[in-house]
């Protein structure tokens, strides 16, 4: 059985592990697309077996400090480091300073966090986008008011008003209860003190 695997009934079953140290039979082996060569489920990934062509499917991104461009160098010569690459950037024409963008940052006073995808949140009253810390309306001065008169009413007895005059609009029509009848609520008893 030189060079494959699987075992003595099905001589094609498998492949032991190329790494120098392990060379166990393993049934499902991955074959590693750098150097080509078959490791176990221990030694399949590039650190494990130490593989030399380890940085041929790489991602690698560098940020420009002029312009804020991300230049993405998959797949280049390892020989060629980042200060070749920005040179050739700014001869490209594509690097202008005026184009830098601010990233944005919390407007609530004194808070410096730069707002983000994942932390940034829109206030429903006055649509501001706040950082996560401010983003209810009482932690950035939420400027709510957009009819004063409302706003002196406390929100619990507004609720109260429309929750009475929807009663009131109803005329005492209870379908459910008595099959659309209107019927005067049960009076109370008098009661005679002698």
């Keep these: 059985m030189e060079g494959g695997g699987g075992t003595e009934a099905f001589p ?18 991955f074959k ?56 050739r950037h700014e001869k490209s024409g594509d690097c202008d300073p005026n184009k830098k963008k601010k990233k944005p940052v919390c407007p609530v006073r004194r808070c410096r966090e730069t707002l983000t995808f994942s932390n940034t949140s829109t206030c429903k009253t006055c649509q501001l986008k706040v950082c996560l810390k401010h983003r209810f309306p009482a932690d950035h001065d ?16 507004r609720w109260n008003e429309r929750f009475l005059a929807a009663m009131t609009s109803r005329n005492g029509k209870d379908c459910a209860m008595n099959g659309g009848r209107t019927t005067s609520p049960p009076s109370t008893p008098s009661i005679k003190v002698s």
Excluded at 143 to 152: D, I, L, S, W, Y
Aim: proline share 4%.
């Design 32 to 87: 590693c697309d750098g150097c080509h060569k078959v490791y176990c489920l221990e030694h399949r990934s590039y650190k494990s077996h130490e593989c030399p062509k380890s940085e041929h499917k790489s991602r690698r991104v560098i940020v420009c400090e002029i312009c804020s461009v991300s230049i993405e160098v998959t797949g280049r010569k390892e020989e060629e480091d980042a200060k070749t690459i920005f040179e």
């Design 142 to 157: 939420c400027h709510k008011a957009a009819n004063p008169a409302a706003e002196t009413v406390p929100r619990k007895e």
């Design 12 to 29: 094609d079953l498998g492949s032991h592990c190329q790494h120098s140290d392990c060379h166990q039979l393993d049934f499902l082996p």
